[in-house]
């Protein structure tokens, strides 16, 4: 019985390395469509750029992980056997489905697709459950149902805020630049830098540094007390250092804020997006640990310990980071996604 739960492990990772070659040939429009649209530079240092950042958001996304372990269901209430039932069936969904959107140069969010695949899944053990055990529970014991219309409610949400924060900072930046670009650029071109860079060092290192794997302890808690001063000083020295580099080497700022941001959305990609392909395999590996000390029977061994928080190893994150890499380098699917987007727009 251990051979037969130890192949389904080995086989939830190779279709984690399959899940990070169509995944993040599905989504690398997501953080290469603005820069290579734009022309801001030659394709392979957009592309050097992206996968920098990719490398050093890989690392950002151990915190993510908890979602694929208990953000949709309730792992205490099911056994071992089940557990590992769920993850092969979402492993194997999510593959077939994000390689098909890929092979139409269609881009999809891999995190609805990961969610909804957890939360089917899980449904549907729950109802096998439920139907064939006199002592089962009710379904709302099974299925995390506040956690996961959170999140649900949250990717909706996400759509309408980005719509409307977009709109919004583009008609700035058109009543702003487009009119006199070149002296408007001239003189305040350094001040909106300094604000939009800001604001991604903001999301990188504030928001972000709460869920680095390297991150210690003191670290994250002298970034969340000093918060406010982190934001102040990034505003004034990036202001600064930005006027400065205009004047001494004509840099373009705008073009500079396109190629921090592709940084900054790489980066956000791999550390979000990351528990979508490795978070189900990773979380089978911790239960298959846990089953194997336990000496219980795979049907009878409650998954409680999924419910407890596990780092996750910083040199699995930087393998994934580097297929991530190789994928995004090397895919004509991702390439034929990309195009896809830059063309509609």
Not at 118 to 134: H, P
Not at 318 to 342: Q, Y
């Amino acid at each position: 019985m251990e051979t037969i739960y130890l192949i389904l492990v080995i086989v939830l990772f190779v279709l984690a390395i399959s899940d990070l070659v169509v995944g993040v040939s599905n989504d690398a429009v997501n953080f290469l469509n603005s820069a290579i649209g734009s022309k801001v530079a030659p394709l392979r240092v957009i592309m050097i750029i992206a996968a920098l950042g990719i490398l050093v958001g890989a690392t950002f996304s151990s915190g993510m992980m908890e979602v694929a372990r208990k953000g949709i269901f309730h792992p205490q209430n099911f056994y071992f056997s089940e557990i590992m039932i769920i993850f092969l069936a979402v492993m194997i969904t999510d593959v077939i489905l994000l390689d098909t959107f890929n092979t139409f140069g269609m881009p999809t969010s891999t995190t609805v697709s990961i969610v909804f695949e957890l939360l089917g899944a899980a449904v549907a053990v729950s109802m096998i459950k439920i139907y064939t055990d006199e002592n089962a529970l009710q379904i709302s014991e099974y299925i995390n149902s506040a956690k996961a219309l959170a999140i649900i409610s949250g990717i909706l949400l996400s759509v309408v805020i980005s719509f409307a924060v977009g709109a919004l900072v583009q008609y700035f930046a058109r009543l702003l630049f487009s009119f006199n670009y070149k002296k408007n650029l001239r003189y305040f071109g350094a001040i909106w830098g300094g604000i939009a860079i800001t604001a991604i060092t903001y999301f990188i290192l504030i928001k972000g540094a709460k869920d680095a794997s390297f991150m210690s302890d003191e670290a994250k808690d002298y970034i969340t007390k000093n918060s406010f001063l982190i934001i102040v000083y990034s505003m004034i020295g990036w202001s600064v250092l930005l006027q400065l580099f205009a004047w001494l080497t004509r840099l373009n700022i705008l073009k500079f804020v396109v190629l921090v941001g592709t940084f900054a959305l790489a980066m956000a990609f791999a550390g979000n997006d990351l528990v979508n392909f490795i978070g189900v395999p990773m979380a089978a590996y911790e239960s298959y640990k846990a089953w194997i000390a336990s000496g219980v029977d795979a049907s009878q061994f409650s998954m409680e310990s999924l419910s407890a928080k596990v780092p996750t190893n910083t040199w699995l994150l930087l393998l994934a980071g580097v297929i991530m890499v190789l994928t995004l380098w090397f895919s004509e699917k991702a390439r034929r996604v990309v195009k896809t987007s830059v063309d509609l727009s």
